[in-house]
């Protein structure tokens, strides 16, 4: 499976955006680049997902490079609910491909 | 139902006993993963399910390990003879059946059953 980077952590202010980076160098065409997050003491909980265009939903958008070796999550304004680990994931395409999560990248939002 | 439920919320076993963890998927979902964190950020995947019918079970540890999924019934994952290492929190996920070739549908997760083995 194609590997994903991202920073161990970040910090933000609440109720600024902030902008999640994750790189993956050797994506496949085929490749989706879906956005999980995981709140304490809870299972992952999906975010947002795209392929090639820019995609925005109620919790986020995504914005993916033109060549796709690399995506940033956007929030748009931190709240302290937010605080979790992010996780940058690429998944074949097909609706039953295994989600393979790496270390993920831990939010901090401060009041 | 709305959401995907795990039951028990926690399990404590001794070294060598027998664990059963269950999962609920989203109603109407035909697919159905389990995963296992072991540390904080970790997650193994272990198998999958289309309907009853195993799909992908390239994570599962043959010996001790297994899983089933049968019509009108909660999934299952059960380890027998349990060991310090399977000490874990394991995440059951569920998604949809996606229209057309190519579609990725989103997994939805249960909050986990927290196996402790002494």
């Known amino acids: 499976d194609a590997k994903t980077t991202q920073p161990n952590s970040m910090e933000s202010n609440e109720e600024e955006p902030v902008h999640l980076p994750c790189n993956h160098s050797t994506i496949s065409g085929t490749d989706y680049i879906h956005w999980y997050r995981q709140l304490p003491s809870q299972g992952p909980e999906y975010v947002i997902h795209g392929l090639t265009s820019n995609v925005n939903n109620r919790m986020a958008s995504l914005a993916i490079a033109e060549d796709r070796k690399s995506s940033t999550l956007i929030l748009h304004r931190a709240t302290l609910r937010d605080a979790a680990v992010y996780y940058c994931i690429l998944r074949p395409t097909g609706a039953n491909s295994k989600l393979t999560f790496g270390k993920g990248i831990t939010l901090s939002v401060r009041p | 139902g709305e959401e995907v439920a795990q039951t028990p919320k926690h399990l404590v076993r001794g070294e060598g006993q027998k664990a059963k963890l269950y999962c609920a998927p989203i109603k109407g979902h035909s697919y159905v993963f389990w995963y296992q964190q072991v540390l904080k950020n970790e997650f193994k995947f272990l198998i999958s399910?289309?309907?009853?019918?195993?799909?992908?079970e390239t994570g599962m540890p043959k010996e001790r390990f297994s899983a089933k999924c049968l019509p009108n019934s909660p999934c299952s994952l059960e380890i027998q003879a349990t060991k310090l290492e399977d000490s874990a929190v394991y995440f059951c996920?569920?998604?949809?059946?996606?229209?057309?070739?190519?579609?990725?549908?989103?997994?939805?997760f249960g909050d986990g059953t927290r196996l402790s083995i002494l």
């Open positions: 399910f289309q309907n009853e019918n195993v799909f992908d």
């Open positions: 996920a569920s998604s949809h059946t996606g229209t057309g070739k190519g579609s990725n549908q989103p997994q939805h």
